[in-house]
């Protein structure tokens, strides 16, 4: 069965405090591992798209890679306005382009 | 340029009512699909619309339906509501054949429905 796990569920910093949010994943066939941006009560702002393995994708403070079994949203300096939570998800190869997501992992950024 | 929009905002509603939630894609894309948020939980695909047909489905049941217009907006209409179907519904469009990368899907702010 597809399935995305993410960890931390949580993860609390102090602003300029870097670290990595982890997404594993197991599917048959992946077509592509996508992240997102959700701040409380809005929707999903669209981050990063990775297609293949050693992939990596940069974004002002956030940089994605891709491994054959997980990826990383590594976050380097964070400000408080990086608080928000992070969801990622899994596009199968023959399976449309419905998007299969893990639970998120919340980030807190204090300064 | 107009990104993705839902209404209402907010909805409540009680048991077995039925509910009717609408999406408008962002201009150029064709393909509507739509998703349910519990809370603390990541988003669940229920279907996909493109060309006014329901192209893919999730393991939603019966009660949830939808349809596409000409015009590419969407609609997702619940019946027999439980409470269990209190959610942030959310709506993603995508470009299948109007150009652009159609794997990426962009959302709108949701629809929160409370079921009573």
């Known amino acids: ?20 949010l982890n997404c594993s994943y197991t599917v048959s066939g992946l077509r ?25 994708k940069e974004k ?51 300064s | 340029d107009a990104g993705v929009t839902q209404s209402p905002t907010h909805l409540i509603k009680t048991r077995g009512q039925q509910v009717t939630l609408r999406c408008s894609p962002k201009s150029g894309h ?20 493109y060309e006014e047909e329901e192209r893919q489905r999730g393991n939603f049941p019966d009660r949830f339906s939808g349809h596409q217009f000409p015009n590419y907006s969407s609609e997702l209409n619940v019946n027999a509501l439980l409470l269990g179907d209190s959610a942030l519904y959310l709506c993603a469009s995508s470009p299948l054949l109007a150009g652009g990368n159609q794997n990426e899907q962009f959302f709108g702010p949701g629809t929160r429905l409370t079921v009573l």
Do not use: M
Request: contains cysteine; glycine residues 8%.
């Open chain 1, 32 to 56: 592509g591992l996508f992240w997102y941006r959700q701040d409380p009560g809005k929707g999903p702002e669209f981050l990063f798209t990775l297609y293949s393995a050693g992939e990596e």
């Open chain 1, 60 to 110: 002002e403070r956030l940089k994605a890679t891709l491994t054959k079994k997980e990826s990383f949203l590594h976050i380097t300096a964070p400000k408080p306005e990086d608080s928000a939570t992070y969801l990622c998800a899994v596009q199968r190869n023959q399976a449309g382009t419905a998007l299969i997501f893990g639970k998120g992992t919340t980030l807190s950024v204090s």
């Open chain 2, 30 to 49: 064709d393909t509507v699909s739509w998703y349910q948020q519990a809370l603390g939980q990541g988003p669940q695909f229920i279907f996909q619309y």
């Open chain 1, 1 to 20: 069965e597809d399935q995305v796990t993410q960890s931390p569920e949580a993860l609390r910093l102090q602003e300029g405090e870097s670290s990595s």
